[in-house]
């Protein structure tokens, strides 16, 4: 079957605008993950989600960033007034409920801000 | 912040030599992951090891667990050239989904 996909897989943009990422999980994983990972260092956590619902944004590092699941199924990550220093590449990865361990990844969307 | 640290940050090797790289971590947890990257990309799991396993065995792929000094080792046995990527420990807590991970070990296997 189909593993998680992330659109688009690179995104170059300017200081001060707007984007979003887009995370499609594996076809039955409830729950679902964003990471961010900068140059050099291990992803980082930044948002779980069980089903439509948030559990745990602990990981954003401020409200520019806000996710989104409204279906339970694709997830989108915005970021406003975007800042050179959010230039990484964000990981989105799913699970299934009863196996939260075991989470697959999508390929990363590599974000660039000028 | 990152919960666990790998050893060393660079490994360079011969094929057909092993590759051993460690990790730390510094809070009692539920299991430890070992993933792998290339170029930059997309994580593949390698191996998940509990924290009442002391050894795991997966192809050529061995990993430890001490939790008493907080730290696991992964051991790639006879290298290949497709062996080179990057390779990171990432630790689950109690009752938690989150993974932490490392900075990471880039392994280069020279042919």
């Known amino acids: 079957g189909a593993g998680v996909s992330q659109t688009p897989s690179n995104k170059v943009t300017e200081k001060g605008k707007y984007v979003e990422l887009r995370c499609d999980p594996i076809?039955?994983?409830?729950?679902l993950y964003w990471y961010r990972q900068s140059l050099g260092q291990g992803p980082e956590f930044l948002i779980y989600f069980q089903g439509t619902g948030a559990a745990d944004d602990s990981g954003l590092p401020n409200d520019r960033f806000f996710a989104v699941r409204p279906e339970g199924s694709v997830s989108t990550l915005k970021i406003q007034r975007t800042e050179r220093g959010d230039s990484a590449v964000y990981l989105c990865?799913?699970?299934?409920?009863?196996?939260?361990?075991?989470?697959?990844f999508g390929p990363g969307t590599r974000l660039t801000v000028l | 912040s990152q919960q666990g640290e790998e050893d060393p940050q660079a490994l360079s090797i011969q094929e057909g030599e092993n590759a051993t790289m460690n990790c730390s971590y510094k809070?009692?947890?539920?299991?430890l992951q070992w993933y792998r990257q290339n170029s930059g990309r997309g994580l593949v799991h390698l191996i998940l090891?509990?924290?009442?396993?002391r050894e795991k065995h997966s192809g050529r792929l061995r990993v430890t667990l001490d939790t008493s000094k907080k730290s696991s080792s992964l051991l790639i046995t006879a290298s290949r050239a497709a062996d080179t990527a990057s390779y990171f420990c990432a630790t689950v807590g109690s009752n938690d989904y989150k993974l932490s991970f490392g900075a990471g070990t880039t392994v280069t296997v020279r042919a």
């Open positions: 990865a799913s699970s299934t409920t009863t196996r939260i361990n075991e989470q697959f």
């Open positions: 076809s039955g994983h409830t729950a």
């Open positions: 090891i509990r924290s009442n396993e």
């Open positions: 809070t009692s947890i539920n299991n």
